[in-house]
């Protein structure tokens, strides 16, 4: 069974920094493409980033382009978003998503983690 | 920047009813055009793929149609389950999302 689970989310200051993480099982992590996709309270779905199978290559919404950076470790199945600078407008439930051919079709989504940014 | 249009943004309806949601594209997307269901406080789950294949394990009343500009999802007869928000995407070199559409209980 096809298994991504988020971690890492929680309450931070603006300002501040967050790494996510995104445990993969059930298939074979290092051929898919993977995504970060978030969404406000309340709002519809937003794409993040994307990263290629061997995290050579790499994409940014416009939005959080130089503050979030994208990475993954094949040996352990992880995805991670690190989250730079963040500001209230990031506040969202942050999803990972797997992405077989690389045209951001999503197959596979995480529950999802809440990141907060408040003072 | 191609924008997905939805509409209506809330449906109501009852159990066994046929439901139709339309998304228009701002500019001809061929058919990379994508549906997903959201139930309330879980991840998307996609539905349909490049405009109306079925994703393995989706149930056969849902279909989708459509070409170019403008696209349907069509639920042929709702169930208890599928009261949810059902979001378009328009996906290839890139992923634009339609703001999404409630469909809630009459």
């Known amino acids: 069974e096809v298994q991504l689970v988020e971690s890492g989310g929680g309450l931070v200051q603006p300002g501040g920094s967050l790494r996510l993480s995104c445990a993969a099982s059930?298939?074979?992590?290092?051929?898919?493409?993977m995504h970060w996709v978030r969404q406000a309270p309340g709002k519809g779905l937003v794409w993040v980033s994307r990263?290629?199978?061997?995290?050579?290559?790499?994409n940014y919404a416009d939005s959080v382009k130089g503050r979030f950076t994208i990475s993954r470790d094949n040996a352990k199945n992880t995805l991670y978003l690190q989250m730079n600078s963040l500001r209230a407008e990031d506040t969202a439930v942050y999803y990972c998503?797997?992405?077989?051919?690389?045209?951001?079709?999503?197959?596979?989504w995480g529950q999802g983690t809440l990141v907060t940014v408040s003072s | 920047d191609i924008q997905m249009t939805q509409s209506p943004s809330t449906l109501s309806a009852s159990v066994g009813d046929r439901v139709t949601i339309t998304c228009r594209a701002s500019?001809?997307?061929?058919?990379?055009l994508a549906w997903y269901q959201q139930n309330p406080g879980k991840a998307p789950k996609l539905l349909i793929y490049k405009a109306s294949t079925l994703e393995s394990g989706v149930p056969s009343r849902f279909s989708g149609s459509g070409s170019g500009t403008e696209f349907t999802l069509t639920i042929s007869s709702l169930q208890p389950d599928d009261f949810a928000t059902y979001y378009c995407q328009h996906y290839n070199s890139c992923s634009t999302f339609g703001q999404g559409t409630k469909v809630e209980i009459k």
């Open positions: 059930g298939f074979t992590f290092s051929s898919y493409w």
């Open positions: 998503a797997s992405d077989i051919v690389g045209v951001f079709l999503f197959d596979y």
């Open positions: 990263i290629n199978t061997d995290g050579s290559s790499t």
């Open positions: 500019q001809s997307i061929s058919s990379w």
